[in-house]
Nanobody, 126 residues
Framework: QVTLVESGGGLVQAGDSLRLSCAAS????????VAWFRQAPGKEREFVAA????????YYADSVKGQFTISRDNAKNMVYLQMNSLTPEDTAVYYC???????????????????WSQGTQVTVSS
């Protein structure tokens, strides 16, 4: 129903910044809440940030508060994750995900989301 194409990953040095982009097609982005997750090799997928469709309220994992910013442009069907002050601990495959009926209790659970991007690699060197 919805296809998500992600871009913006790459190799950077510690302290650098990146902006990830996620383009949605097959649906109207304003109907969905959106989240970013990440997964490092050998690790479980973890929640990074989310933005709700109602009121645009944002939520962040404690590990990225003040460092990452999630935003959306409904007119362009685009979702963004601005990542600043990157460290090697931020190295992971990053995914964007959509859900039409997200609830607060499921915000951090990957199982709550219906549509996923293919993921993009972010590597931060020391």
């Amino acid at each position: 129903q919805v296809t998500l194409v992600e871009s913006g990953g790459g190799l950077v040095q510690a302290g650098d910044s990146l902006r990830l982009s996620c383009a949605a097609s097959g649906g109207t982005l304003s109907r969905y809440s959106v989240a970013w997750f990440r997964q490092a090799p050998g690790k479980e997928r973890e929640f990074v940030a989310a933005i709700f469709r109602n009121y645009g309220r944002t939520y962040y994992a404690d590990s990225v508060k003040g460092q990452f910013t999630i935003s959306r442009d409904n007119a362009k069907n685009m979702v963004y994750l601005q990542m600043n002050s990157l460290t090697p601990e931020d190295t992971a495959v990053y995914y964007c995900a959509l859900d039409s009926s997200l609830i607060l209790s499921s915000l951090r659970s990957s199982n709550a989301y219906d549509w996923w991007s293919q993921g993009t690699q972010v590597t931060v060197s020391s």
